[in-house]
């Protein structure tokens, strides 16, 4: 069966920064799309940063130069290194996984984890 396991979130400042991780178990991602996407209240699920197993990787606009998605292919992690973080960050950060080389903001994943919540206060 296959689990992603978010962690790593938590309330910070403005400005402050986080790491969140996203572990992996059930079966190799060899070939796979990880993906973090976020949720705040009242909205939709948006995309935020995908990388595909030879690390190509894309962004949202609104994160560009803010978040760095990596991963440890060894591992079977995915990162999210959150830094200059604004309130409208705040939200409940999900992992996702594909079987594709994909890294469009679409969010036709097969995988999602449980979330973690992000709160940045002002």
């Known amino acids: 069966q296959v689990q992603l396991v978010e962690s790593g979130g938590g309330s910070v400042q403005a400005g402050g920064s986080l790491r969140l991780s996203c572990a992996a178990s059930?079966?190799?991602?060899?070939?796979?799309?990880m993906g973090w996407f976020r949720q705040a209240p009242g909205k939709e699920r948006e995309f935020v940063a995908a990388?595909?197993?030879?690390?190509?990787?894309n962004y949202a606009d609104s994160v560009k130069g803010r978040f760095t998605i990596s991963r440890d292919n060894a591992k079977n992690t995915v990162y999210l290194q959150m830094n200059s973080l604004k309130p409208g960050d705040t939200a409940v950060y999900y992992c996702a996984a594909k079987p594709t080389y994909d890294i469009t903001p679409t969010n036709d994943y097969n995988y999602w984890g449980q979330g973690t919540q992000v709160t940045v206060s002002s």
């Open positions: 059930g079966r190799t991602f060899s070939g796979y799309t």
């Open positions: 990388i595909s197993w030879t690390t190509r990787t």
